[in-house]
């Protein structure tokens, strides 16, 4: 059977860009628009050039390679993912399909291949909204589902604006317009991701193709009470913030419990404030990240939270909830999966189709262009932890599938 990327050369991309996270030692931390971030989007531009690719940054960071076709009015092929991080992550999670493109555009040049259609490798800012919340910024910024203007009201978890981060970073607020793409400027959106989950190991498949991501709903809850003495403010004159977020918080994973269908319900984050051993909590910043394969399911789920959290008022509370990200479960294009499974078969390979339990940027590319998702397996289901892993070999596997599917779709003679 025909095999194509070069393994070693992708354990050297994944390896190196790995150098660049502010937690050495305990995982991958690469905060868009971070020292790290700079130092890694410097690393995939000397790949991306090795590649044979003209490089260029756009208006809010994300990086792109673009090789030439011979009908560069054409609209390109995109491939890619994100080279942002979460906090104590993993090395492949975004890199693994970054890095696929770039080693396809290895392959392009090693092979002296000439496209008819560009090919285009982008490496994305903040899909896990780690640093400003929400994630998928780029996508959907790219894409109009984001719109610029918003960008002026997000701030990080220290209160820096995305506009600052952003001038700190050598980019231009007033240009961020600039990287809005118009309608029909990508022909196809190709992304290879880690599965993060146990199928494809348990199965002993090779890779994943997949069909339909499951809609992902953010949100950003303050709950507010009045700060006070500990000692000398009796337990009937409070208004706690904290007894107010507990009452909240245990109600909810029950909510997706009794919803089922494949719903499931997380609080990630949760910050105390004023944060004092004798003071009682005034407020309690934290997360709800919502996700089902169903959209009524996703609604309802995201009702019955809304009202959980507004029953905190019952104590004298206020609370306010912010939507920081809306993702409808999105269905993937069908042509491509079935260009994507032919390939994989072509090249020996055990493939299954599944769902996607974890958000992509395809699902928001999906709307923009026709989009594939193609996942290779980790071990032990293990993601979003340092122990995070895939065997070069089987992530070459899938790079053999992208490639493969590219080389077809760019009118490319073999
Ligand atoms: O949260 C997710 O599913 C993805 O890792 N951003
Ligand atoms: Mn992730
Ligand atoms: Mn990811």
Redesign the pocket.
């Known amino acids: 059977m025909a095999r194509y990327a070069n393994a070693k050369r992708i354990q050297l991309m994944i390896e190196g860009l790995d150098r660049f996270t502010a937690t050495p030692g305990q995982g991958t931390t690469r905060a868009t628009f971070s020292q790290e971030f700079r130092q890694g989007s410097d690393f995939l531009r000397a790949r991306m050039l090795e590649a044979g690719l003209a490089v260029r940054e756009d208006a809010i960071g994300n990086l792109i390679g673009r090789l030439e076709g011979r009908d560069p009015s054409l609209a390109p092929i995109v491939v890619g993912s994100h080279f942002d991080s ?1 906090p104590h992550g993993g090395k492949f ?1 975004g890199p693994a399909g970054v890095i696929a493109g770039i080693e396809t555009a290895f392959l392009f040049r090693e092979r002296g291949l000439a496209p008819e259609r560009p090919i285009e490798i982008i490496a994305m800012i903040e ?3 780690a640093r400003f919340g929400g ?2 910024m780029a996508s959907r910024l790219l894409t109009g589902q984001l719109d610029v203007t918003s960008l002026a009201d997000i701030r990080d978890g220290d209160g820096i604006s995305f506009m600052d981060a952003l001038c700190t970073y050598g980019l231009e607020p007033a240009r961020v317009q600039e990287a809005v793409l118009q309608a029909g400027s990508v022909h196809a959106f190709l992304e290879l991701h880690i599965e ?1 989950g146990p199928v494809l190991e348990t199965h002993g498949e090779d890779v994943a193709i997949i069909d339909r991501i499951v809609g ?1 709903v953010e949100l950003g809850v303050t709950i507010r009470g009045r700060a006070g003495h500990a000692g000398t403010t009796p337990m009937g004159a409070r208004r706690d913030a904290l007894e107010g977020a507990v009452s909240v918080l245990s109600k909810l994973p029950t909510l997706a419990r009794d919803i089922g269908r494949d719903a499931v319900l997380t609080v990630g984050k949760l910050e105390l404030k004023p944060g004092g051993a004798n003071v009682i909590p005034e407020t309690v910043d934290f997360t709800i ?1 919502i996700r089902a394969p169903e959209e009524e399911v996703v609604r309802d789920l995201l009702a019955k939270t809304r009202t959980a959290v507004e029953g905190a008022r019952s104590l004298g509370l206020s609370t306010e909830i912010r939507e920081q990200l809306y993702a409808r479960p999105t269905l993937l294009s069908r042509e491509i999966h079935a260009k994507l499974s032919a390939h994989a078969a072509a090249l020996g390979l055990k493939s299954r189709s599944m769902v996607s339990g ?3 940027d395809a699902m928001i590319m999906a709307d923009f262009a026709p989009t594939g998702l193609i996942f290779v397996p980790s071990r032990g289901g293990i993601s ?1 932890a340092p122990e995070e892993w895939t065997d070069y070999d089987q992530l070459a596997r899938g790079v053999d599938v992208v490639f493969a599917a590219v080389r077809e779709m760019s009118g490319t003679a073999v």
């Open positions: 979460v999670d899909e896990e909204g994630g998928l993060q992902q990240d974890a958000g992509h979003h």
